[in-house]
């Protein structure tokens, strides 16, 4: 089994935690608020005093935090990562950031010789929790095979899409297919409604036929169900959103779909749901349609 450090005990870093323990993995934490890590240390973790000290014989680090600046802050201030790792662990970065600081911190630890893959995950708490999220990675060949052994531990699947920063390249891919599915279904469930149909109706079909998805069974219950308490915030879409923005405007291609659901994830957010699930968007949905999506 191997030495893995885990950076940062958020809903995704605290469920990886527990999963690598749960593999049999000697399993070292670090998080700044350091009661956060008390749970994971009952079941055997290693809680360390500072990074510096988390990573010393770490022979993987991995970690997954919220946002550039929060990468920025944590890989690459003056005690940062890339300065205090040692250069024959693999760093594997599981954040859904820009490719642009994606880029910096692999330059940062290339220079000192450190291993480095882009692994951005699909799935949320439930996912983290359960050992079943699903990983992209970006990264050398034999790299990313050396670490497959600690990524099946937090997931159901890993997928080596290509090179160097093809990891998070495929996860604003993705996260552009999230957003338009969660667009797709408020806007039928809205057409639905006012059409006199009965929700409940509509999504037995939307569960049998061959448009059916898992986000569109999830959330389509919740939405009924008037549940939108969070496994991944309304507020941390706005910010995937930016990102898919960004990138198909460097790469000029046209993501029409995605701008009509980011101007609905920015209602929703305005109107105050940022801190709820990220299907509270079709909240807005239903606003702007003047119908109520809840169960009746």
Request: aromatic share 4%; with cysteine.
């Amino acid at each position: 089994m191997a030495r893995v450090t885990v950076i940062g005990l958020g809903t995704m870093g605290r469920g990886m935690a527990r999963n690598l323990l749960d593999a049999a993995h000697d399993v070292t934490v670090w998080n700044r608020t350091a009661d956060r890590a008390t749970d994971l240390v009952g079941r055997g973790a290693a809680q360390a005093p500072s990074i510096a000290a988390a990573v010393a014989e770490a022979e993987f680090v991995l970690y997954c935090l919220s946002d550039d600046a929060a990468v920025r802050a944590v890989v690459l201030g003056p005690d940062g990562l890339a300065a205090l790792v040692p250069d024959s662990a693999i760093v594997v970065d599981l954040s859904t950031i820009s490719p642009q600081a994606s880029a910096e911190e692999r330059e940062a630890f290339e220079r000192r010789g450190v291993a480095f893959i882009d692994a951005p995950v699909f799935g949320s708490k439930g996912e983290a929790e359960s050992g079943g999220l699903w990983v992209v990675a970006g990264g050398e060949t034999d790299v990313v095979e050396v670490a497959c052994p600690v990524l099946d531990a937090i997931s159901s699947s890993v997928h080596h899409v290509g090179g160097p920063g093809a990891g998070v390249r495929m996860k604003l891919v993705g996260n552009l297919i999230v957003a338009s599915q969660l667009l797709a279904l408020g806007e039928s469930l809205a057409l639905a409604r006012k059409a006199g149909l009965d929700l409940d109706a509509v999504l037995e079909v939307l569960s049998v036929t061959d448009f059916r998805s898992p986000i569109f069974d999830g959330v389509g219950a919740a939405v009924l169900a008037g549940d939108y308490s969070p496994s991944f915030a309304l507020a941390l879409m706005q910010k995937d959103t930016r990102l898919i923005r960004a990138f198909a405007a460097e790469l000029d291609a046209p993501v029409r779909g995605l701008e009509v659901a980011a101007d609905y994830v920015d209602a929703a957010v305005s109107a105050g749901y940022g801190a709820e699930n990220a299907s509270a968007l079709i909240k807005a949905i239903a606003a702007r349609a003047e119908v109520d999506l809840s169960r009746t």
